[in-house]
């Protein structure tokens, strides 16, 4: 089965950290560019960060910038998203799409893959 899946959210403190995983199955993540996107209740989808099949290329939305870091592991089939200083607007579920076509952070752009989606919750 060709899919991906998010975990490692949850329940974390104001000014916290979470590591996000996005792991692949049944296909090869290192030939995709892969994205974070979030969703908020109420808010439309917003990309987060994406990172380019190799590595070499990452993308931060400015609310983000500073706090958050996207990676891959190829060999383990996997892209991360550490946060840090997480902020009570941070809270979402937060989504993984995989593109053959190039890294952007375009919530309408045509992914191949998308995950299921892991709730992060930023509260005291």
């Known amino acids: 089965q060709l899919q991906l899946v998010e975990s490692g959210g949850g329940l974390v403190q104001p000014g916290g950290s979470q590591r996000l995983s996005c792991a692949a199955s049944?296909?090869?993540?290192?030939?995709?560019?892969v994205g974070w996107f979030r969703q908020a209740p109420g808010k439309e989808q917003e990309g987060v960060s994406c990172?380019?099949?190799?590595?070499?290329?990452?993308d931060y939305a400015d609310s983000v910038k500073g706090r958050f870091t996207i990676s891959r592991d190829n060999a383990q089939n996997t892209v991360y998203l550490q946060m840090n200083s997480l902020k009570p607007e941070d809270t979402a579920v937060y989504y993984c799409?995989?593109?053959?076509?190039?890294?952007?952070?375009?919530?309408?752009?045509?992914?191949?893959?998308w995950g299921q989606g892991t709730q992060v919750t930023v509260s005291s």
């Open positions: 049944g296909f090869i993540l290192g030939y995709y560019a």
């Open positions: 799409a995989a593109s053959s076509l190039g890294a952007t952070m375009n919530p309408l752009y045509d992914y191949d893959y």
């Open positions: 990172i380019s099949s190799s590595g070499g290329y990452t």
